[in-house]
């Protein structure tokens, strides 16, 4: 499941990267003095499907890499979904190693309460 979300947001942001490099700027640059050209012949409505286009796989990339991430597999299951092995605690670990642990601190004895 996790490998095929991966595959379509693979898909997703390279269709996402194709249509933003399709469509034309709206800045004022060398595109502006072709604009009125471009709106007699009908190219206005190219533009407004490239734009739903844009917004469409944005919307879905952002969805899939949400879906990617709760279906994330566990390190601790295999494949067929057992658990596997048992997380070990921190006591457990340091036992298994070779590292000195530091001895307890000595207890002091209470003073009796002097008196008066």
């Known amino acids: 499941m996790y490998l095929f ?3 379509l947001i693979f898909l997703a942001s390279i269709l ?3 249509v933003v ?3 034309s700027s709206k800045g004022g640059g060398l595109a502006a003095g072709l604009s009125s050209s471009n709106q007699v012949m009908g190219v206005r409505k190219t533009t407004e499907g490239l734009e739903k286009l844009t917004w469409g796989f944005g919307i879905a990339l952002m969805v899939l890499v949400l879906v990617a991430t ?3 597999p566990n390190s601790q299951t ?3 979904g057992t658990t596997t092995t ?3 605690t921190t006591l457990e ?3 298994k190693t070779n ?3 530091a001895a307890p601190a000595p207890q002091q004895q209470a003073a009796p309460p002097a008196s008066k």
Do not use: G
């Open 99 to 101: 590292v000195p642990q």
């Open 5 to 7: 979300i991966t595959i």
């Open 93 to 95: 670990r340091a036992a």
């Open 78 to 80: 295999s494949a067929t």
């Open 70 to 72: 709760f279906s994330l």
């Open 21 to 23: 490099l399709i469509q």
């Open 16 to 18: 996402l990267s194709l």
């Open 86 to 88: 048992k997380q070990s």
